[in-house]
């Protein structure tokens, strides 16, 4: 006990760093994945046959692989077989590679939750904005959308949360987020080596940063409560 | 449909055609001309850990930084997976992996390995309570070894009939054993010194018997010129003493090997 009080500021600055990329990670997949999500899901839905179906076959072959994989393909692959390392050995490189693939994963699951809000809006709204002489582009942000948006907070709050622990995987490319700096302390870092309660204190990290994001998104619900 | 199929056939081949293209220059040019060796390690104390101001330093770290300077380059640390540490050479994401790499079959089979230049042994850690029972190779015959996934320790215990588990890298091994879910792990002996026993996270755990000799060495990509050129570094360098000091300042000098 005394140890773990003497390595705890030590432990803690790695820690945090650690978490640093595994925030920077979350955010940067969230702000890429909504609006890719969207685009694949007007691609899933398109009335033009080769589109729609070329976008389910990317659909299906981002989902029905492993997140793993997909991480390993992307990093390795440039350098391995097209003999072109575009992302370096740097830690950036390592960073910009995970985002890719974390962004691509997500926008494809995204996608088919957008599709779903957006076919749970009755087609006589649809058909009533036409009567009105609107345009498509304006029933589905005038329409469309906001009621979207309301019926998929529940299970887009379901991927946000899961996303937060799933940035844990890109450490399969040696990105250095939290629990690689935790695992660390075992190997020696940082002058501790070792030391096995790192590791799992970052059980803690996710735990608070997984109760901050579900409060906001339970408030967001309550916002969106406005349309019935 | 056909078109499309002809397209894809098209597709494919100019994938080929640019996968076959190999690199023209030497892998010492390739180097030189970036201006930096990118070394592939993971942090094991006293080979490559950092100090609190967040330098890489340690006997490899050390040695790596000289060795690049000779080529007129930056060496650049570059923590990987160990288990990728193949694709990360061949992917030219590193240049070199110096890590205390023990020079196994398959790490002889995959890399252009330099000579070896530090002997190691691969030890057994069991709780330190009962370590009087298994001093012997016998008398650890039927325990359950946890032993790092494609490492040396693994070979070891395959070819002494061990029951093993195989896990991520030697510090699962370590907590395997620790947590009572293994009853003995096979790890370094260098990084043993500097893990467990008193004033580590492992207090309770401690290292018996020694299963074999081995060496350490310095792996590049295969056909690299630059594994000739370490071995020529390192001649020089035992030649004029400076290794023999590096090895005493990191509490080595007694593994290290003659050049």
């Given amino acids: 006990m005394e140890l773990i009080i003497k390595q705890m500021p030590v432990v803690i600055n790695a820690l945090n760093a650690g978490f640093v990329q595994t925030l920077k990670l979350f955010s940067i997949t969230l702000l890429g994945a909504f609006p890719l999500g969207l685009l694949i899901a007007f691609g899933s839905i398109s009335k033009i046959t080769p589109i729609s179906v070329i976008t389910r076959l ?12 997909q991480l390993l393909i992307v990093y390795y692959f440039p350098g ?12 950036s490189g390592r960073f910009t590679a995970a985002a890719i693939a974390f962004v691509v994963n997500y926008a494809c699951y995204f996608s088919e939750i957008y599709r779903g809000g957006i076919l749970s809006v009755p087609v006589g709204q649809q058909e009533a904005g036409l009567v009105l002489g609107m345009t498509k582009r304006q029933i589905f942000f005038h329409v469309t959308l906001l009621q979207m948006i309301k019926r998929i907070v529940p299970p887009i709050s379901n991927e946000i949360i899961t996303l937060v622990k799933d940035t844990a995987l890109a450490r399969i490319i040696a990105l250095q987020e939290i629990i690689w700096a935790g695992q660390a302390f ?3 870092s940082h002058g501790i080596s070792g030391a096995i309660w790192p590791l799992f204190f970052t059980a803690f990290y996710y735990l608070i940063f997984n109760g901050i994001v579900t409060l906001a ?12 | 449909m056909k078109k499309f199929v002809s397209k894809l056939v098209l597709f494919a081949m100019v994938l080929a055609l640019v996968c076959s293209c190999a690199y023209a220059e030497t892998d010492s040019e390739y180097v030189k001309a ?3 060796l990118v070394v592939g390690i993971t ?32 060496a650049e640390f570059q923590e990987i997976e160990w288990n990728n540490k193949i694709l990360e050479l061949n992917g030219r994401n590193i240049d070199c992996v ?14 252009a390995c330099s000579k070896a230049y530090c002997n190691n042994a ?16 016998e008398s650890v015959k039927g325990l359950n070894f946890a032993v790092e996934h494609g490492s040396a320790g693994m070979e070891v215990a395959q070819a002494n009939g061990f029951k093993t588990t195989n896990v991520q890298d030697q510090a699962t091994a370590l907590m395997e054993v620790a947590s009572g879910t293994a009853d003995a792990a096979i790890i370094d002996s260098l990084m043993a010194a500097a893990m467990v026993g008193k004033g580590t996270g492992y207090e309770n755990l401690t290292y018996t018997v020694a299963l074999n000799s081995e060496e350490y060495g310095v792996g590049f990509r295969k056909d690299s010129d630059l594994a000739d050129k370490l071995n020529a570094f390192f001649d020089a360098k035992y030649n004029d003493g400076s290794i023999q000091k590096l090895a005493e300042t990191y509490k080595i000098q007694a593994a290290l090997i003659k050049q």
């Fill in chain 1, 186 to 188: 075992m190997k020696g």
């Fill in chain 2, 98 to 111: 110096w890590n205390g790499m023990t020079l196994t079959s398959e790490v002889l089979a995959s890399m």
């Fill in chain 1, 80 to 91: 391995l077989v097209l003999h072109n390392p575009i992302w370096g050995g740097g830690e």
């Fill in chain 1, 58 to 69: 990317f659909i299906w072959i981002i989902r029905g692989t492993p997140l793993m994989i």
């Fill in chain 2, 34 to 36: 970036k201006g930096t």
């Fill in chain 2, 122 to 137: 691969q030890v057994v850690i069991v709780p330190a309570n009962v370590a009087e029972k298994f001093q012997s190779v």
């Fill in chain 2, 43 to 74: 942090v094991f104390q006293p080979m490559d850990y950092k100090n609190e101001a967040g330098e890489w330093l340690g006997f490899d770290a050390d040695l790596a930084k000289a060795f690049a300077e000779s080529l007129g380059v930056k």
């Fill in chain 1, 217 to 228: 998104l339970t408030k967001l619900e309550d916002k969106m409560n406005y349309f019935r």
